[in-house]
């Protein structure tokens, strides 16, 4: 090899092996304030029965719209006030829908 190729390809080795200069800072954009709710969100009252049941109560304005209750033993389920009536139903069919038939056919924990 000649002394001039011999000579690049030093230079070319060092100028390879040289840190790369360091980026400069990019400054942080500041927070967009995301735009107010017009929907107040409900408050949730939690509290446990007598028997261990676990009865979350979801009110709107002060009108109590749904229940989920977790028994001690077994599955959640959910009372919805969707009309304002005052009552709560238990069924997607009580609701005014098709409720759903569920089999369990294996669980585990």
Do not use: F
């Not at 011999?6 to 500041?30: G, K, S």
């Not at 939690?46 to 028994?71: C, F, K, S, W």
């Not at 599955?75 to 098709?98: E, H, I, M, S």
């Amino acid at each position: 090899m000649s002394l001039p190729a011999l000579i690049l390809n030093m230079t070319l080795a060092v100028a390879a092996a040289a840190p790369a200069p360091a980026p400069q800072d990019v400054p942080i954009p500041e927070k967009i304030p995301s735009p107010p709710s017009t929907e107040a969100a409900p408050t949730v009252s939690i509290h446990t029965a007598d028997n261990g049941d676990v009865v979350e109560e979801y009110r709107l304005a002060g009108q109590l719209t749904m229940v989920r209750i977790t028994p001690l033993h077994g599955k959640p389920y959910y009372l919805y006030d969707d009309d304002g009536n005052g009552r709560l139903d238990r069924t997607d069919a009580d609701r005014g829908g098709v409720a759903p038939v569920y089999w369990e056919i294996y669980s585990w924990d």
